[in-house]
């Protein structure tokens, strides 16, 4: 079993930046790593919508609202993402959510998601 946990969100102004971090982790003894990850966002009655992606093989794909703006991006060892967002503006108010494709050493690759992170920009 992995924990996926957010963390970064906070209530900004609008111009300035934030960096998400997911940090992934378990109990279990396994080795594992982020494969693909995903950022996902929702506000209030919103659908979930898809932020960004990064394949396990680097290549990142971006919602139309999130390129030029947000950066996707993981460690080097693989067990932490982040989204780097930058000219935050009030429409990107929201609960940011990873998801992402864990391999474990005992398992294989499953799904997993985090608890999500509250990101507040302010007019």
């Known amino acids: 079993q992995v924990e996926l946990v957010e963390s970064g969100g906070n209530s900004v102004r609008a111009g300035e930046s934030l960096t998400l971090s997911c940090a992934a982790s378990?109990?279990?003894?396994?080795?594992?790593?982020?494969?693909?990850l995903d950022w996902y966002r929702q506000s209030p009655g919103k659908q979930r919508e898809l932020v960004a992606r990064?394949?396990?093989?680097?290549?990142?794909t971006y919602a139309d609202f999130a390129k030029g703006r947000f950066a996707i991006s993981r460690n080097n060892h693989k067990t932490t993402g982040y989204l780097q967002m930058d000219s935050l503006k009030p429409e990107d108010t929201a609960v940011y959510y990873c998801?992402?494709?864990?391999?474990?050493?005992?398992?294989?690759?499953?799904?997993?998601w985090g608890q999500g992170t509250q990101v507040t920009v302010s007019s």
């Open positions: 990064l394949e396990s093989g680097g290549s990142t």
């Open positions: 378990t109990t279990s003894g396994s080795v594992f790593r982020i494969n693909r």
């Open positions: 998801n992402a494709g864990v391999w474990l050493s005992m398992t294989g690759t499953r799904d997993y």
